[in-house]
């Protein structure tokens, strides 16, 4: 089943063209030596855009962005980051008004959290 909602979410969800902005904006930001942390963190979020299904976002204080570095990296990126949760959330609320786009809602939803505060998070597949 999630397979076939993978296949959906990026055909008819958005998943492919996502994908892709995200991935377009990790390799702008990588241009810069700066820029690379928030690159890799585009990188993560077009991972999850292509195929949000079977996947849950956990929190993994151990990785570089989490603890104080990470707070720090979390309020820099929060220029670009509340106008992208504000898309997702958007996009969420048109899905569920009808009841076939829920599923993907939730999929706008997750990519939403991520989105607004991705250092120290990790994506991660369910069993």
């Given at each position: 089943m999630?397979?076939l909602l993978n296949i959906?979410?990026?055909?008819?969800g958005?998943?492919?063209?996502?994908?892709?902005?995200?991935v377009?904006g990790?390799?702008?930001?990588?241009?810069t030596?700066?820029?690379?942390p928030?690159?890799?963190?585009?990188?993560k979020?077009a991972?999850?855009?292509l195929?949000?299904?079977?996947?849950?976002i956990?929190d993994?204080?151990s990785?570089?962005?989490?603890?104080?570095l990470?707070?720090l990296m979390?309020?820099?990126w929060?220029?670009v980051?509340?106008?992208t949760f504000?898309?997702?959330?958007?996009?969420?609320?048109?899905?569920?008004?009808?009841?076939i786009?829920?599923p993907?809602?939730?999929?706008h939803?997750k990519?939403?959290?991520?989105?607004?505060?991705?250092?120290?998070?990790?994506?991660?597949?369910l069993?």
């Amino acid at each position: 089943m999630r397979l076939l909602l993978n296949i959906l979410w990026a055909i008819a969800g958005g998943g492919i063209v996502t994908a892709l902005e995200y991935v377009v904006g990790g390799a702008l930001l990588c241009i810069t030596v700066v820029g690379i942390p928030f690159g890799v963190q585009c990188f993560k979020i077009a991972k999850l855009a292509l195929f949000p299904f079977g996947k849950e976002i956990v929190d993994d204080p151990s990785t570089l962005g989490g603890g104080c570095l990470g707070f720090l990296m979390n309020v820099l990126w929060l220029v670009v980051g509340i106008p992208t949760f504000l898309t997702h959330i958007g996009l969420a609320i048109g899905l569920a008004l009808s009841l076939i786009g829920i599923p993907f809602a939730l999929q706008h939803v997750k990519l939403a959290v991520l989105a607004l505060f991705p250092f120290g998070r990790r994506v991660v597949a369910l069993a």
